[in-house]
């Protein structure tokens, strides 16, 4: 079964950087579509990237584009997420969700992600 295990989360300061991790035990996740979603204090979760099964499709919430940069090495069977210019409202907690879709070129975060991480926490302050 599979599980999902993020990492690299932390505090930083405004302008600064992190690269999250998201790793997959017992599994392979190469006919996964990954997604990172985060939820702020008080918010909805909301989904700011995915990355297609053959890593050729990516998509970017408006408000992390140009920041944000997803990538996938299924040889590691982890799912990476670059985020820099951080800004305060960027905080939050960092879920990465995986979701069944062989040989897919596009991706969504609209969609139901079966399989679930725990989390990390991005927190952004001076």
């Known amino acids: 079964q599979l599980q999902l295990v993020e990492s690299g989360g932390g505090l930083v300061q405004p302008g600064g950087s992190l690269r999250l991790s998201c790793a997959a035990s017992?599994?392979?996740?190469?006919?996964?579509?990954i997604g990172w979603f985060r939820q702020a204090p008080g918010k909805e979760r909301e989904g700011v990237s995915c990355i297609s099964t053959n890593g050729g499709g990516t998509m970017y919430a408006d408000s992390v584009k140009g920041r944000f940069a997803i990538s996938r090495d299924d040889a590691k069977t982890t799912v990476y997420l670059q985020i820099n210019s951080l800004k305060p409202e960027d905080t939050g907690v960092y879920y990465c969700?995986?979701?069944?879709?062989?040989?897919?070129?596009?991706?969504?975060?609209?969609?139901?992600?079966?399989?679930w991480g725990r989390g990390t926490q991005v927190s952004v302050s001076s």
């Open positions: 017992a599994e392979t996740l190469k006919n996964y579509v």
């Open positions: 969700g995986a979701l069944w879709s062989p040989h897919t070129s596009s991706c969504t975060t609209l969609l139901h992600y079966a399989v």
